[in-house]
């Protein structure tokens, strides 16, 4: 039987090669980092738990609110910062003392840790959970067994 996390990163890697696109969620035709989590969501449960306002790229930033981690709060499980697993959405803070605003999948763990995201210039790609990267994470989350 497949978990909740495998079924997630299968469903992830599906969009592995959309461009990237600010605010869309369409599979093949452009998606952002929150737009591939919010399709691995429709995939997995149907329907989005919420509606997703517009927002602009500094999104957030001026009044300083954590709106992606307080969102991801709201429908996903919180983890563990320091038990990593496969399947695990990942949130980065970009910049020290900036607001947390990007997302993607753990897709492996371990020395050859790798996660799936949406970013400017790439598109939805897996790449590997470098250094660099795993510094920024500051949270983790897991899909819900079941949809609440």
Excluded: N
Excluded at 31 to 52: F, H, I, K, M, S
């Amino acid at each position: 039987m497949t978990t909740v996390a495998e079924a997630a990163i299968r469903a992830a890697r599906g969009w592995i090669g959309t461009p990237y696109r600010h605010q869309a969620s369409v599979r093949g035709a452009g998606a952002d980092c929150l737009g591939l989590l919010r399709g691995v969501w429709r995939e997995l449960y149907g329907a989005e738990p919420e509606a997703v306002p517009p927002y602009t790229r500094d999104w957030s930033e001026p009044a300083r609110d954590e709106a992606l981690w307080a969102g991801a709060a709201r429908h996903l499980r919180a983890r563990p910062l320091d038990a990593p697993a496969p399947g695990d959405v990942l949130l980065f803070r970009m910049r020290r003392g900036a607001v947390a605003k990007h997302l993607g999948l753990a897709s492996a763990v371990g020395a050859e840790a790798r996660f799936i995201h949406a970013y400017e210039g790439h598109g939805v790609v897996e790449s590997p959970l470098s250094a660099p990267w795993a510094r920024r994470v500051v949270a983790r989350f897991a899909f819900p067994e079941r949809r609440h």
